[in-house]
């Protein structure tokens, strides 16, 4: 198996991730797959808190293309070109403050019902079938309660509508839902032959801080994940090699000098017996 490049995996440590949210900077690295780039609307959000969480390198483009296997060359390798302008993106983000309600417009929050005109059938109104036979006296029963009163049938009744949400409202969006699939993150563990946890553990830290249950993200963030490497290009790989060669052959050659220098004391002793009994 060979490494090779794959853009639309984008692998976010250090600056990458918020260091001052509590959810992010308690992750060493995430790899957000086939992520998409998110636009935060200014004016609309001019009275709201908006916080970047994750972002992309300088060196990241856009594509709108939907082919996403790597394209290789004829000496296999991925072939890849930026296309328009190189940028950092934002790939989540957390939005605080107020949110207006869907259905603060909504005749459901004035309590009023558009009237139907004569003979006029609401649209939502089912085909007309052939009802059931019913039994009277079941029917009687649940008509009416244990004390004889008769009750009202108030399912399906909207009783009142959130107009607004609170000040201290929190939502998060996340440009990637394929990054906490099943398939995505064995695909990313395979990598290194190991379980990646890191995605599934940036939602668990998610939840624990909108529940503000601090002491179980504490719990979290004392180091319980695989020590994640730094990347390195081309050059910084080589000079580790050959310093784990050399390395190596300093250990064998050690092993050496210590071996023979133990045969030559044990010879010695060997000559020294043989010329005190002779």
């Known amino acids: 198996m060979q490494m090779r490049a794959y853009p639309y995996f984008i692998d976010l440590r250090g600056d990458a991730l918020n260091q001052d ?3 992010t ?3 060493p690295q995430v790899t957000m797959a086939w992520a998409s780039p998110i636009d935060v609307d200014e004016e609309a959000n ?28 004829l000496t ?39 009237p139907l005109a004569e003979g006029e059938q609401s649209p939502l109104a089912e085909d007309p079938s052939p009802e059931p036979a019913i039994d009277q006296t079941e029917a009687g029963e649940a008509a009416t309660g244990e004390d004889g009163e ?24 996340i440009g990637s839902a394929s990054f906490v699939a099943d398939q995505t993150v064995r695909m990313i563990g395979s990598a290194d ?24 993200l504490g719990i979290r963030a004392r180091g319980h994940f695989n020590r994640t490497l730094e990347p390195m290009d081309a050059d910084q790989q080589r000079v580790w090699e050959y310093v784990n060669y050399a390395l190596a052959l300093a250990g064998l050659a050690l092993v ?6 133990r045969r030559l004391v044990r010879r010695n002793a060997y000559e020294a017996q043989l010329e005190a009994l002779s």
């Open 25 to 27: 900077a308690a992750v």
């Open 256 to 261: 050496f000098g210590l071996s023979r220098q």
């Open 46 to 73: 001019a009275e709201r808190t908006v916080t970047p969480l994750m972002t992309s390198s300088t060196a990241s483009w856009r594509s709108t293309s939907t082919e996403l296997t790597p394209d290789l060359d």
């Open 76 to 114: 296999g390798e991925g072939t890849y070109t930026p296309e328009g302008e190189q940028g950092a993106n934002t790939l989540a983000v957390m939005l605080e403050g107020r949110f207006e309600s869907f259905f603060e417009q909504s005749p459901l929050a004035e309590g009023e019902q558009s």
């Open 193 to 216: 032959g190991m379980i990646y946890g890191n995605s599934s553990q940036l939602m668990a830290n998610l939840v624990d801080w909108a529940v503000e249950d601090r002491s179980l």
């Open 150 to 173: 008769e009750e009202t049938d108030t399912l399906g009744t909207v009783t009142s509508v959130i107009d607004r949400s609170p000040e201290s409202a929190r939502l998060v969006l």
């Open 21 to 23: 949210v509590a959810f």
